[in-house]
């Protein structure tokens, strides 16, 4: 019986009655990416306010311009190639892709004639938005693909927004001098867990050359695929940036008693939990990145690390509150500033967003460049002629989810 004549909760039991046990990297990656059933393979909504959790592009689009602006700053770092290529990884139905290219394409002429931009996503649903975007962008060609099958990248930058969080986690538990697997097995027809050996010496092999002692008694979760992939985007990328949004910390933090119970969390309509075994194939299954790791995979194929910092930190440097200063001089109602002022603002708040890291690495450059020569932006210090934005349709209205009296009112009219 194939997995889309039965729900997946059933051929996953099917499959695990087949073989006694699966690794629990097998049962999330089954649960996210089923080609049919699959949490990230659906046509549901999954992010906003009718779905399960909110990512910075969707909260507003200052996140894609401030980015947009750092795009253009590495293209200028570069030494303005005619072809500069820009490829998001994990692009979802496009939002991030929007907000930049709208963005860039206020922005300088020879700039913008210069991008190419493409994004990797697996789910062909979420490829429609985007595709349904490339007629009404000027002067840019935007691609796409269906995998993860990185272009060539002469000239550019390599990016991700929550890519790394969603891959599958290989889950262990150490025990005094011994690390052994958590593994997915069934007692009739629930599923439990089993400890036993682990199903790889790669997972040993982890925190060797980390080399980190694990607190007797943590759990913690590995994730083997996400470093191979940064080994690609190394391969890939000839000359230029890779950023990479997440949250996550250094190794050093993430395995440690902070942590003793590891960070895999599960969310379902705005709710979190610790229990990926319910809504299987309805729910998110994430956990924390590990940005060590991430950083000495790309240094074996030639990426340099050049700063790991908070998201707050690293829009603040690009100029996150020229955005929010210009509100006040926009043809606004009161509302609507309180509206876009909020969405901004939660894109640094400490306790959200604004904790996520941002990995910026580089390659191909003929001089170590300082990180205040990265980050930075035209926006710096006030907008001074560049655009501001607003809050569209499309992006979460945070202000009227935190207070819904105000949705129908203007508040204190500007006269």
């Keep these: 019986m194939s997995p889309n004549k039965i729900n997946l909760e059933q051929h996953l039991k099917m499959r695990i009655q087949d073989l006694g046990r699966i690794t629990f990297a097998e049962f999330m990656e089954t649960c996210l990416y089923d080609p049919d059933l699959g949490y990230y393979n659906s046509d549901a909504d999954r992010i906003g306010t009718s779905g399960d959790y909110y990512t910075a592009p969707s909260t507003h689009p200052g996140f894609g311009a401030t980015i947009a602006l750092q795009l253009k700053t590495m293209w200028e770092i570069l030494g303005c190639p005619k072809t500069f290529t820009i490829v998001e990884g994990g692009g979802n139905k496009g939002r991030l892709a929007i907000d930049i290219l709208t963005y860039l394409s206020l922005l300088d002429d020879e700039f913008i004639s210069s991008v190419e931009y493409w994004v990797l996503e697996t789910n062909r649903r979420a490829l429609i938005d985007v595709k349904s975007f490339v007629s009404n962008t000027a002067n840019t060609d935007l691609s796409w693909e269906i995998n993860t099958d990185i272009p060539p990248i002469e000239n550019g930058v390599f990016i ?64 083997l695929q996400g470093p191979k992939f940064m080994e690609k985007i190394g391969e890939s990328l000839q000359t230029g940036f890779v950023i990479t949004i997440d949250y996550g910390y250094p190794a050093e933090t993430l395995y440690s008693r902070k942590y003793m119970n590891g960070t895999l969390f599960c969310y379902y309509e705005h709710t979190s939990s610790t229990n990926p075994y319910i809504r299987i194939g309805k729910q998110d299954i994430t956990a924390h990145v590990d940005f060590s790791t991430l950083a000495t995979s790309g240094e074996r194929q030639g990426l340099r690390m050049e700063t790991l910092m908070t998201q707050q930190r690293y829009l603040k440097k690009l100029g996150i509150q020229a955005f929010i200063d210009a509100l006040r001089g926009a043809d606004l109602t009161e509302k609507q500033i309180l509206e876009n002022r909020m969405g901004l603002l939660e894109l640094t708040k400490p306790s959200g967003f604004g904790s996520f890291g941002v990995l910026i690495q580089s390659k191909g450059l003929e001089q170590p460049i300082g990180i205040d020569e990265i980050v930075i932006s035209d926006a710096r210090g006030g907008l001074k002629g ?3 934005v607003t809050l569209s349709e499309d992006h979460v209205p945070i202000f009227q989810g935190k207070y819904p009296q105000y949705e129908n009112l203007d508040l204190w009219p500007i006269k």
């Design 160 to 223: 991700s927004n929550e890519l790394f969080d969603a891959y599958p986690r290989h889950r262990l538990q150490n025990f005094p001098n011994e690390l052994q697997e958590i593994y997915v097995s069934l007692n009739n027809t629930d599923f439990v867990e089993i400890i036993d050996e682990p199903s790889s010496l790669e997972l040993i092999q982890h925190f060797e050359d980390l080399q980190i002692t694990l607190p007797s008694g943590a759990k913690v979760e590995v994730d």
């Design 386 to 388: 560049l655009p501001g």
